[in-house]
């Protein structure tokens, strides 16, 4: 099963919106295939592994990270495809949540005669597959919320200065960290202020994110970077108030346009959630500049923080979430499950709140 | 070389004013002999190598971290002991800055007849030796700045609370570091929010380092803790106004009182230091609140900092270092050498700022 776990990272970020799932096949005691889902359209992990064994599938064990689907989807089941090799054994990590699977993958198995146990590494799948089982779950993509500090806390310098308050193995991580996710969520004043791209650069076979930008006025610029390069990278404006022209001109650049409620210079997170959900995305990175990501913690709208701490000491009055006041140290968010990575001379925090 | 580096450190914080050094001794290629500092007047490293040794040691190498004394102090000159013992050869990491030794001891060996030769592993004992190197050479102690944080840079909540921003483990590991330092310095402000002790406890063999509140007006509470505790724990105060009764009652508590020239609500740092210097005392630990220790930074009395991070996000206005503003990014402060050490779920991060 531990091996399944890691031939399910060979396909993390390439194969939404299925999960990405590692199988495993032993006969008499010898590993004879492995497999990890394809892109979407493709074959699931099972399949992949039951072809690498042919016949010799045959009174063999299946270990599986995820329930086998038994839905007619983009593929066949899975299911049909191991009672057709003639498993005998299926292990599985964790039951699929997905209302399509949800057990009726091992009810399936079991009719057919095979012996099937579950319930194994579930604690390291539910984090692999944390993207997946949220939506899932919660009916909203997971939220991973970034920032970039100081050692001092700080996200700019008092005259509004922060470039570059990381190195550049982070900036490097953070590529990696967008290829990795379904959308990129930046707010417009900082796409404005950064005249960012929030693409994927610098790294080979990547899969480029949605960019999504918060933008209620559409106050984007369409010389700006963002709309300039919409035909070649997946692009889309949320906004409640537009003028025609203004809507007509960024359709044409090929951003995609969606309509959210909202009141003044918010719009409701909620409701961009919803859209998210109902677009079938996983998973959000927040790149979003001090003000936006304080809307997203008091919307409790946070899975996943990731803190990247620069090698400085800055000052000043710039420090991060002033308006998402906790007031009592009793009434601090605690991050569970920290991990600590150093990236040269910058260190990444991350870890769960507990909201 | 490298052995003596490890062997020195058995007496770190324990010899103080003499800087710990460690020796070995090697003959035919086998280690006979080492040694590290002992309690002031009591033998240097050398010293206990030598007497280690025996009659083995004549003809000898000795490898020692740093010079040894050649003046007459609490003890007899090393180098008297070396020549005498028939050492033929002593590799000595660096030089002691010192001025009574200085090149001074090199050469008296020298004169013996003893090859000698140095520069050895000096980046790793410039390290070692950094509250010692920076005495001798800025004729002032050196200084650490510590400070607790939440994730997001807090050093309270906006009600002021902070306890307890750091777990146990991160506690623990101050009072080694207390331990290890001459100097615990505080502000009377932040002395009387936490009543605190500022000594080392939970430790097994300890040195108490000297607690050193800087309280312009002699504003320390008699009852507090830290002036009830002055009979068992060496405490002074540092003060520029104050009232006769007072001075006399914190005496008779057995508090040291130094006056020192400030204004207001400061003490003149450099005065400060100044009598650190005068009284021997290499190294200082900065356990000041937010605005002593802006003031300590202003003064480019910072030479290492210690960042521990709690696992929180606590939101708010009590970022740190508000009025020590580098104003521009280009302008901060970049910390050296950056290390990252986990205290559970906890992280410390320190470096050499180049202030």
Redesign the interface.
Known sequence: MKLALRVAERSRGKCSPNPFVGTVIVKNGKIIAEGSTQPYGYDHSEQVALKAAGKEAKGATMYVSLEPCCHHGKTPPCTDAIIKAGIKRVVIGIEDPNPKVAGKGIKALEEAGITVQSGYFTKEINEQLEYYLCYMKRKRPFVIWKTA??????Y????G?????SNPASRKYVHKLRSQVEVVLAGIKSVSHDDAMLNVRGLRQIKQPLRLVLDPYMDVSLSSKLVTSAKDFPTMIMFHSSDPDKEQALQKAKVQLRRIPGHKDELDLIAVMDALYEMKLYSVLLETGNRLS?AF?RAKLVDK?L?F?????????K??????????????????K?K?K?LL?N?L?S?Y?LL
Chains 1, 2 share one sequence.
Not at 149 to 154: A, H, M, P, S
Not at 156 to 159: G, I, M, R, V
């Open positions: 500090l100081t050692l001092d806390g700080k700019a310098a008092s005259d200065s922060s470039r570059w308050i304080e913690w923080c803190l701490y620069g090698n400085q000491i800055l000052g000043g009055d420090g991060i979430l002033a308006h998402y006041d906790r007031q009592n140290i009793d009434r601090a968010i605690p991050l569970h920290i600590v150093r001379d260190v925090i870890g709140p």
